[in-house]
T-cell receptor, first 112, second 113 residues
Framework: DAKTTQPPSMDCAEGRAANLPCNHS???????VYWYRQIHSQGPQYIIH???NNETNEMASLIITEDRKSSTLILPHATLRDTAVYYC?????????????FGQGTRLTINP | NAGVTQTPKFQVLKTGQSMTLQCAQD?????MSWYRQDPGMGLRLIHY???????DQGEVPNGYNVSRSTTEDFPLRLLSAAPSQTSVYFC????????????FGPGTRLTVT
């Protein structure tokens, strides 16, 4: 599986866009990029995923570079409830893809 | 639709005791799994199942047993608890088709003394 690299922590002001980077330079052609987050003491929550194209849903946008070696999760109008650890995970779609491997993630703090 | 439920929320065991952590989902997901999370660390996969009657080991399976007799339930058994098993345990489920987005339960906080 492709390894991911994320900054250990980030801060963002409430109401601003939070941009969380992820490097996955060894990603292969059939591997998706997934983002999950974990709010303190809760179970992880799925946010979004993508393969090649940029994706948007009600929670966030995912921007994947053309070479697919990095991506950025964008929370367009961050609120205090978005304070959490954000995990970027790369997995293929072959059998066993559900076996998510969580790294250390990025601890995002939204400041009032 | 309750999603993924876990019981109990909290549990304290003495070394050597046994117990079962319960996990249930009502989304008809084929895939279910158990993770543990230790302070300051990411989640580590213990066991998983791709359907009733089928289970397999994750990266940290020692000391834990699982079985999957129904689609809905996936209990995790600790046969002889050890202090090293003090952790927060999360159960997750997903469909067996892409994109495999997983739904997690609220967790069980286990302390072994």
């Amino acid at each position: 599986d492709a390894k991911t690299t994320q900054p250990p922590s980030m801060d963002c002001a409430e109401g601003r866009a939070a941009n969380l980077p992820c490097n996955h330079s060894t990603i292969s052609g059939n591997e998706y990029v997934y983002w999950y987050r974990q709010i303190h003491s809760q179970g992880p929550q799925y946010i979004i995923h993508g393969l090649k194209n940029n994706e948007t849903n009600e929670m966030a946008s995912l921007i994947i570079t053309e070479d697919r070696k990095s991506s950025t999760l964008i929370l367009p109008h961050a609120t205090l409830r978005d304070t959490a650890v954000y995990y970027c995970i790369v997995r293929g779609i072959i059998q066993g893809a559900q076996k998510l491997v969580f790294g250390q993630g990025t601890r995002l703090t939204i400041n009032p | 639709n309750a999603g993924v439920t876990q019981t109990p929320k909290f549990q304290v065991l003495k070394t050597g005791q046994s117990m079962t952590l319960q996990c249930a989902q009502d989304m008809n997901h084929e895939y279910m799994s158990w993770y543990r999370q230790d302070p300051g660390m990411g989640l580590r996969l213990i066991h998983y199942s791709v359907g009733a009657g089928i289970t397999d080991q994750g990266e940290v399976p020692n000391g834990y047993n699982v079985s999957r007799s129904t689609t809905e339930d996936f209990p995790l058994r600790l046969l002889s608890a050890a202090p090293s098993q003090t952790s927060v345990y999360f159960c997750a489920s997903s469909y067996w088709v892409p994109p495999y987005e997983q739904y997690f339960g609220p967790g069980t906080r286990l302390t072994v003394t």
